[in-house]
């Protein structure tokens, strides 16, 4: 039987299988909606079950925030992902996918940047948080 941490590992070499797929078929120079639409496709295809754009409310001494914050894809509840199609993945963008984690208590994210050659030694960057040391 395989531990949450391996079920996590071999949950991102799925989505990164995903991702390279629409970068195969897309190149880099699109806008980042464009990949969105096409990555939950080729999630659906592949039956890796997610939800996109999620809403992140923020709880304050006991009331609800709106932040507008919005998490571009949960995968299988445990994996945060998060797209962009920039020139430079910048430390902001670190911060969003690491503050959406922690506001959706996940172990893990990964940042997917299309734009670029090639997406899985340039484009992808996983992170864990304190969470991830919790898993068996």
Do not use: W
């Not at 806008?31 to 592949?46: K, P, V, W």
């Not at 299988?76 to 963008?93: G, Q, R, Y």
Request: proline residues 3%; aromatic residues 10%.
């Amino acid at each position: 039987m395989m531990t949450q941490r391996e079920y996590l590992k071999d949950l991102v070499y799925q989505v990164n299988g995903a991702a390279i797929e629409v970068h195969k078929a897309l190149g880099p120079g699109l806008l980042e909606n464009i990949y969105h639409r096409c990555f939950a496709h080729e999630l659906s295809l592949r039956e890796i079950n997610f939800k996109s754009e999620v809403n992140l409310p923020i709880y304050y001494k006991g009331a609800e925030i709106d932040a507008s914050l919005r998490c571009d894809f949960i995968i299988e509840d445990m994996l945060v992902v998060e797209l962009k199609a920039v020139e430079t993945v910048l430390p902001i963008h670190k911060a969003q996918l690491l503050t959406y984690m922690k506001l959706l208590r996940k172990p893990m994210g990964l940042m997917l940047n299309f734009n670029c050659t090639h997406i899985y030694s340039e484009g992808q960057k996983t992170y864990v948080n304190e969470l991830f040391e919790e898993l068996f």
